[in-house]
């Protein structure tokens, strides 16, 4: 997958006014018009690794939501602001298996729903439950 290294200046911006709406931008190499992101390297490393969602891109539509992530997770039960968060080692082993050229797709859908679209959408069988 596409890397970028974070550096403290490297944000996602949230904020709909900008040009720069649900971009990741470096701060250092922009003129910032914006009130509001979010600081991509963080003191408790939770985007140390990360996929960005591609969602509300291409064309992006300010106020149609942005800086959404796959990312490392804060604890079991503890939530995310419309982000998705694993465990380390579970989200090294999705990126080391993703492939950019094989378009991966994120699905996020209860099970039974699931279950009921994985023919239609042609979408993987899922493995058991533990």
Known sequence: M????????VECVDDARSKFYNRVVDRATVVADWSSSEQMLR?????RWGLMVDHNAEPVAAGGGSCIFIHIWMGPGV????CTAMAQEHLEELLARLDPARRPLLVQLPRPQYKKLRRRWKLPVLPKQK
Not at 43 to 47: A, F, M, Q, S, T
């Open 2 to 9: 596409p890397y970028l290294s974070l550096a403290p200046s």
């Open 43 to 47: 003191p408790d490393g939770l985007y």
């Open 79 to 82: 939530g995310t602001t419309g």
